[in-house]
């Protein structure tokens, strides 16, 4: 009698989201190493004048925080947004518009004068609800909860007294343009989708280079 097990046998099913996983996983690293040695003063961003012209620091940010549990948190918001975004954009795609979203927050605390600042992986979140949000208005659908649920954040950012607020909004100004960016070129060629990335990129680090100049 042949085993049926054998015949029909259970693999596991691909993971549908490895960017927002391989990033998730990433920020947890980095949260951990900074628990260890000295690592935030090499990936810190901000407005102090040690930290002109050292282009990685923005280009980590949305990889970056303060705590374990902060890591862990934002590492299951991750991939809980990437489950259902990551397909529909692609992982590479996905991956860019993440990291992207973390040079606009700090791109913002930079031009706001905010000296340091170790909590970037929020920025990501919120810049990647703010591009679904765009997406799902051009769409429309209903986006009242996604704009009440980034304002209920932002808010608690303001309250707590956390400066992160000004880079939650720069994240979600950043998003925001990725989203429409996006639906201009999702049915264009790949090349053409990293060349809108690039063009907000190079934008937010001319801004950089103007605060780091004067």
Request: proline share 4%; with cysteine; net charge neutral.
């Amino acid at each position: 009698m042949p085993d049926r097990w054998s015949e029909h046998p259970v693999r596991p099913a691909p993971v549908r989201c490895p960017a927002s996983v391989a990033m998730a996983v990433a920020t947890l690293l980095i949260a951990i190493a900074a628990q260890l040695a000295p690592l935030t003063s090499l990936l810190a961003s901000g407005a102090a004048e040690v930290f002109d012209f050292q282009v990685w620091r923005p280009l980590v940010f949305s990889l970056t925080t303060s705590s374990i549990i902060s890591a862990v948190l934002s590492g299951l918001f991750l991939v809980l947004i990437g489950h259902q975004t990551e397909p529909m954009i692609g992982s590479v795609q996905f991956a860019v518009l993440y990291l992207l979203c973390g040079v606009g927050g700090s791109t913002a605390i930079s031009l706001a004068g905010v000296p340091y600042s170790f909590e970037g992986s929020m920025c990501g979140l919120f810049g990647l609800m703010a591009a679904a949000t765009v997406v799902k208005y051009v769409q429309k659908q209903d986006i009242r909860a996604d704009i009440v649920l980034l304002t209920m954040f932002i808010i608690w950012a303001i309250v707590v007294g956390s400066n992160t607020w000004i880079a939650d909004i720069g994240a979600v100004v950043v998003g925001a343009v990725s989203g429409w960016a996006w639906l201009q070129t999702r049915w264009s060629s790949h090349r053409r989708q990293l060349a809108a990335s690039l063009a907000i990129l190079a934008v937010c680090l001319v801004a950089l280079v103007v605060t780091w100049v004067m």
